[in-house]
């Protein structure tokens, strides 16, 4: 995982970005929006041990920070506060996002050229490609 810290990934390619946040409940506008940025996604680790992952774009920035296998509060871009966990399987995070009406897992595989995100809900499956940033 190390080579893929501080190290920025640019959105390329989306496949069915916008049934998963329909999915979600997510309004018309702001799907218009998200479907429209490519967000540049970056996997940090702070001083204190923590992982932090942010996604900026000229629609909206994000960044959680968050430890290994611990459970933490997350407001979602979309406004959905959840209990969150993520976990780690060799190069993939696994990103479980819950609260009282639905479940949503977004698995996150770095590799040196791409990080490949698959998010799931129910039975929509979405893909999102992204390529360093030179």
Same mark, same amino acid.
Request: net charge neutral.
């Given at each position: 995982?190390?080579?893929?810290?501080?190290?920025?990934y640019?959105?390329?390619?989306?496949d069915?970005f916008? %049934?998963?946040?329909?999915a979600?409940?997510v309004g018309?506008?702001?799907?218009?929006? *998200?479907n429209?940025?490519?967000?540049?996604?970056?996997?940090?680790k702070?001083?204190?041990?923590?992982?932090s992952?942010?996604?900026?774009?000229?629609?909206?920035?994000?960044s959680?920070?968050?430890?290994?296998?611990?459970e933490f509060d997350?407001?979602t871009? %979309? *406004?959905r506060?959840?209990?969150?966990?993520?976990?780690?399987? *060799?190069?993939?995070?696994i990103?479980?996002?819950?609260? %009282?009406k639905?479940?949503?897992?977004?698995?996150?595989?770095f590799q040196?050229?791409?990080?490949?995100?698959?998010?799931?809900? *129910?039975?929509?499956?979405?893909?999102?490609?992204?390529?360093?940033?030179?």
């Amino acid at each position: 995982m190390s080579l893929i810290f501080d190290k920025k990934y640019k959105l390329e390619t989306s496949d069915k970005f916008d %049934d998963y946040m329909k999915a979600l409940g997510v309004g018309m506008l702001t799907r218009k929006m *998200g479907n429209t940025v490519s967000p540049v996604v970056e996997l940090t680790k702070t001083d204190d041990g923590k992982y932090s992952l942010s996604s900026n774009s000229a629609f909206k920035n994000t960044s959680i920070k968050f430890n290994l296998n611990e459970e933490f509060d997350e407001e979602t871009p %979309d *406004g959905r506060k959840v209990k969150s966990t993520i976990t780690q399987e *060799g190069n993939k995070l696994i990103h479980v996002q819950k609260n %009282d009406k639905l479940s949503t897992t977004i698995v996150r595989e770095f590799q040196p050229d791409e990080l490949k995100m698959v998010l799931t809900v *129910g039975d929509i499956v979405c893909t999102r490609i992204y390529k360093p940033v030179q």
